[in-house]
């Protein structure tokens, strides 16, 4: 069985910062690909950025040089350091995990940017 635990999130004004964590248990199978999506409001669902389990990152153009993701394995966790936030980042947050061929997900966490 896999769990995403994620925590974080919250309400920022345009140019702050935020950390979101996500940790994974995934029973000792081996995860591909972890990161994060996100969906705004009447959006759908977005990749921000994910790491593969070589450690290569692929982020999203909106956020390069503004959010950085860092994978820590002996916990399987992944941390996603978002700064100069802006309004057009308001959206639900989600962790995801690539594992044996499926998706997983994470219930989501609120980031509310405001103006």
């Known amino acids: 069985q896999v769990q995403l635990v994620e925590s974080g999130g919250g309400l920022v004004q345009a140019g702050g910062s935020l950390r979101l964590s996500c940790t994974a248990s995934?029973?000792?199978?081996?995860?591909?690909?972890i990161g994060w999506y996100r969906q705004a409001p009447g959006k759908g669902r977005e990749l921000v950025v994910e790491?593969?389990?070589?450690?290569?990152?692929n982020y999203a153009d909106s956020v390069k040089g503004r959010f950085t993701l860092a994978r820590d394995n002996a916990k399987n966790a992944v941390y996603l350091q978002m700064n100069s936030l802006k309004p057009e980042d308001t959206a639900v947050y989600y962790c995801?995990?690539?594992?044996?061929?499926?998706?997983?997900w994470g219930q989501g966490t609120q980031v509310t940017v405001s103006s």
């Open positions: 995801n995990a690539y594992i044996l061929y499926d998706r997983y």
């Open positions: 995934a029973s000792g199978a081996v995860i591909a690909a």
């Open positions: 790491i593969s389990s070589g450690g290569s990152t």
